[in-house]
Every structure is written in structure tokens, then in C-alpha cells.
T-cell receptor, first 117, second 113 residues
Framework: EADIYQTPRYLVIGTGKKITLECSQTMGHDKMYWYQQDPGMELHLIHYSYGVNSTEKGDLSSESTVSRIRTEHFPLTLESARPSHTSQYLCASSETLSGTRKNSPLHFGNGTRLTVT | AQSVAQPEDQVNVAEGNPLTVKCTYSVSGNPYLFWYVQYPNRGLQFLLK??????LVKGSYGFEAEFNKSQTSFHLKKPSALVSDSALYFC???????????FGSGTQLTVLP
């Protein structure tokens, strides 16, 4: 049923490693987002994109970076993972509703649960 | 700045009883309000939204929410809870001029058999 895909689902990695979390959507949505969520806790927006070659930082400061070279793809990269990066990362997308400035509801992927040892 | 408050971290209700999950918001301009549900180890799923129109909004899985402008609330309700409704529920708000959603802290709903 998911039209937005995140890989890997689970990742355990050592401190200092570079990692990229993948996110792809097949709905042609112009907007994409990355949220960080500790288990059972609130979501914090860390990055968003309103289109190709457009990326901005969210409310929560993050050492990660993102890129948006293609509409459907919005990867998140950590250059040097640390234990403080252990969390769940949720990718989402939405589209601008035709004739309005409003966004459709967000579609979320199933998340990547990252553990940095 | 916009904000959302979900005053209850945990709501327990017996199966078959009505349930309410509370949400209040603060936003400048007209609010756009959403409810999402999250099951364990999954992303969030959209339940329902209020943009304009009727104050009572019906959504997926028998849920509904009532928009109350004077109380700045958007409580989620269901007449008869199911054990399968047990999950984490998030309220979210956006204004017409805001560029992103602001999520509440979430409410864990447990429906007891």
C-alpha cells in the first residue's frame, strides 16, 4: 500500500561511519520531508524540500544533510555517525493541491530505525 | 508561531466504549488541522483533516473529529473503540501561510479488551 519507500528499515552502525538513508516516492509529490522521532515521542522536522534542487533545514538542528536531485528521491546523509544520532527517521511527502496554496496530507514511509554504537 | 498541545500522554478505554483524544492548537490565521495514527514500527497514517466547512469531520476507521474555533480544539472521537485502535495518535496544525505542519507530542491510546 505504501507509495513512499524508505531503506533500510533497520541499521546498526559504528561511530564515525558515513551513512545514507534512502527515501523514494512514486506519487510525483513536489514536497518531501525528513522527521526525526524517538520511540513513542513527537516528531521533529529536520529537513524539507519543495522541489528539485530546493532543500531547507527544519525546526530541529541536525548534523545530517539532504539532496533533491530528482523529484522522487530525497536521501539523507550523516557524514560521521554518533550515538546521539540513534533515533527513528521518517520520510514524508505531500503535494500542493491544485488551485490552492494548501498541501495535501503527508504520506509517510515506514521509517528507518538507526542505532549508532 | 503555531503550536499543538495534546494534554494526555496516555488514554485508556474499554473496548466498545466511546473514546476521545484531545488536541488544542494555536495558530495565526485559519487553521488546517490533521490527525495521524502510528502503529508500532510504522510511519504515520493520515486519518482525517479539517480545512473548512462542517465542524464535524469524518475520517478513516470510524474516527471523527470536532473543530471548535472558540475553544481552539480539534478532539478526535470514536463512538465505539476497538482493541485494534490501540496506537499512537498525533494531532497536527498548519496555517494558510505556514510552510509546514506542526505536530503534537502524541497520545498513546490503549483499548482494553
Amino acid at each position: 500500500e505504501a507509495d513512499i519507500y524508505q531503506t533500510p528499515r533497520y541499521l546498526v552502525i559504528g561511530t564515525g561511519k558515513k551513512i545514507t538513508l534512502e527515501c523514494s516516492q512514486t506519487m510525483g509529490h513536489d514536497k518531501m520531508y525528513w522527521y526525526q522521532q524517538d520511540p513513542g515521542m513527537e516528531l521533529h522536522l529536520i529537513h524539507y524540500s519543495y522541489g528539485v534542487n530546493s532543500t531547507e533545514k527544519g525546526d530541529l538542528s541536525s548534523e545530517s544533510t539532504v539532496s533533491r536531485i530528482r523529484t522522487e528521491h530525497f536521501p539523507l546523509t550523516l557524514e560521521s555517525a554518533r550515538p546521539s544520532h540513534t533515533s527513528q527517521y521518517l520520510c514524508a511527502s505531500s503535494e500542493t493541491l491544485s488551485g490552492t496554496r494548501k498541501n495535501s496530507p503527508l504520506h509517510f514511509g515506514n521509517g528507518t530505525r538507526l542505532t549508532v554504537t | 508561531a503555531q503550536s499543538v498541545a495534546q494534554p494526555e500522554d496516555q488514554v485508556n478505554v474499554a473496548e466498545g466504549n466511546p473514546l476521545t483524544v484531545k488536541c488544542t492548537y494555536s495558530v495565526s490565521g485559519n487553521p488546517y488541522l490533521f490527525w495521524y495514527v502510528q502503529y508500532p514500527n510504522r510511519g504515520l497514517q493520515f486519518l482525517l483533516k479539517y480545512i473548512t466547512g462542517d465542524n464535524l469531520v469524518k475520517g478513516s476507521y470510524g474516527f471523527e473529529a470536532e473543530f471548535n474555533k472558540s475553544q481552539t480544539s480539534f478532539h478526535l472521537k470514536k463512538p465505539s473503540a476497538l482493541v485494534s485502535d490501540s496506537a499512537l495518535y498525533f494531532c497536527a496544525v498548519s496555517s494558510g501561510s505556514a510552510r509546514q505542519l506542526t505536530f503534537g507530542s502524541g497520545t498513546q491510546l490503549t483499548v482494553l479488551p
